[in-house]
């Protein structure tokens, strides 16, 4: 069977509850491929890190989720498509927002201090085999007022002053995703690692975190390629995904 290129197919969903369910659930009726994307014109309730919610305008920003069928991949390279995906998305979105545009750890998208996108990626398991990986991509596009968060939000036409095509900027950000993709498949476990630490957002920088209640600053130091926050103050520190939250 050929394993077509992401973004081969195109479904656009005028609404849904959350394009990752939408995914899973063609997934089990075996009616999703490899590479077929699901492109939601408004979620009622998107799915982010952590089991927090996406709010975003209809038709305003980019938000999709992907199919990749991973049975050739190891267990271990779960946090390897983790970094690839969030290097596809920062290679085109720098395109236009420039070298300020950054991952933060584990796989947010960020220009300067504001947060421009996410990640959430949920897995499809038979038994002990990784069949499935479904990767939700949230991008802010062309919405220009978001609500007042803790973590101030951009979008490329904030940043840009344009507004965006937004099927023609998810053509390119697919190829981006490919590119990344290809390099997983074919071993560039290295390469991608380095360039996710090389795009880190806070790296060598003091940076305000909470665990458990206490709040501490403590220096970015990197992150391993099994996906731990590697940081230093008085000792050195390795956090879990969801350890720790950023203050």
């Known amino acids: 069977m050929p394993i077509y290129p992401i973004g081969h197919q195109l479904t656009i969903l005028e609404t849904v509850d ?5 995914a899973m659930g063609q997934l089990q009726e075996q009616k999703a491929v490899h590479g077929q994307v699901y492109f939601a014109l408004e979620q009622t309730a998107g799915k982010g890190q952590m ?4 709010i975003s305008e209809p038709a305003s920003n980019i938000m999709v989720s992907i199919v990749l069928e991973t049975r050739q991949l190891a267990h271990s390279d779960q946090f390897y498509l983790s970094m690839a995906m969030a290097l596809g998305c920062q ?12 991952v933060k750890w584990p796989n947010d998208l960020y220009w300067r201090d504001r947060k ?38 951009v979008s490329l036409r904030q940043i840009t002053g344009r507004k965006m095509d937004l099927l023609q900027e998810l053509r390119l950000l697919c190829q981006t995703l490919e590119y990344r993709w290809q390099q997983l498949l074919n071993g560039k476990h290295k390469e991608i690692h380095r360039d996710y630490l090389l795009h880190l957002f806070g790296r060598d920088q003091l940076c305000r975190m909470r665990k458990n209640n206490i709040v501490f600053e403590t ?15 008085s000792l050195d520190r390795q956090f879990k995904v969801g350890e720790v939250e950023w203050l």
């Open 18 to 22: 959350s394009s990752n369910n939408y």
């Open 51 to 54: 089991g927090k919610q996406w």
């Open 91 to 102: 290679r085109w979105f720098g395109e236009y927002a420039g070298d300020e545009t950054r």
């Open 116 to 153: 421009a996108g996410g990640i959430l990626i949920e897995n499809k398991w038979l038994g002990p085999e990784w069949q499935f990986a479904v990767v939700g991509i949230g991008i802010n596009l062309n919405q220009t007022s978001f609500p007042e968060t803790p973590r101030k939000a």
């Open 219 to 233: 220096r970015i130091l990197g992150v391993t390629e099994t996906g731990e926050l590697q940081t230093r103050d």
